[in-house]
């Protein structure tokens, strides 16, 4: 098993570009979440899905979009990229069951710049 | 979900055990303590959870105070390779809001030779 695959791993943008960072997870999760990471900020909650067509928002969604169309990929866009949103991305799955909700399975991360 | 407090930064000698302290007071009766950490710009890695009963694994023990207002990760002889940000987090329990965890800002334990 991959596990959680987060492509790409490097980006550079000009600020207004817009791009769309992917995750896939081959563990047939349910939920599956975006994280981002600022120097000194710990990890801050996006947004995040608890299933296929289902979506909701974290702590700070404003300037992403979601949508989870399957099971396996959760894609995070960025419609107009600004230099506040350089961040490192992590993507993250979990099983669903008692006990085990928040056993959070991580993406290697995704570095973004913005110019 | 539970707010925790952690202190930002410990160290410890290798060979000694390392005792991570985590506050999380409002934490409800049905959600649990998670422990993570994140070495270098890695993905965060799980190390362990508990509800109620103390916990062990291969990496860690978990140690829940009764009133289960914070908790201790214990790692018994911390290695360099335990250098790493550890973060506690409450949350996930059945009735709660399953979707949102949150991690503050972790402590940063450094073991040294």
């Known amino acids: 098993n991959a596990g959680v695959t987060q492509t790409p791993k490097f980006q550079v943008l000009k600020t207004g570009q817009s791009m769309t960072l992917q995750c896939a997870q081959d563990?047939?999760?349910?939920?599956m979440s975006w994280y981002r990471q600022d120097p000194g900020m710990g990890l801050r909650l996006i947004h995040y899905?608890?299933?296929?067509?289902?979506?909701d928002q974290g702590e700070v969604p404003n300037g992403y979009n979601v949508s989870r169309s399957t099971t396996e990929d959760f894609p995070l866009r960025l419609l107009s990229a600004a230099p506040s949103q350089t961040s490192v991305y992590f993507c993250a799955s979990r099983p669903t069951g008692t006990g085990r909700t928040g056993e959070l399975f991580f993406g290697e991360g995704s570095r973004l710049t913005v110019l | 979900d539970a707010k925790t407090t952690q202190p930002p930064s410990m160290d410890c000698a290798e060979g000694r055990a390392a005792n991570l302290p985590c506050n999380h007071s409002?934490?409800?009766?049905?959600?649990?303590v998670y422990w993570y950490r994140q070495i270098h710009s890695q993905g965060p890695q799980y190390i362990i959870h508990?509800?109620?009963n103390n916990e062990t694994n291969e990496m860690a023990s978990l140690i829940i105070t009764e009133d289960r207002k914070s908790s201790t990760l214990i790692l018994p002889h911390a290695t360099l390779r335990d250098t790493a940000v550890y973060y506690c987090?409450?949350?996930?329990?059945?009735?709660?809001?399953?979707?949102?965890?949150?991690f503050g800002r972790g402590t940063q334990l450094t073991v040294w030779p």
């Open positions: 409002t934490i409800s009766g049905n959600e649990y």
């Open positions: 563990m047939n999760h349910e939920y």
């Open positions: 508990g509800l109620k």
């Open positions: 899905s608890v299933g296929a067509g289902i979506t």
């Open positions: 987090i409450g949350g996930g329990g059945r009735g709660s809001t399953l979707g949102r965890l949150y």
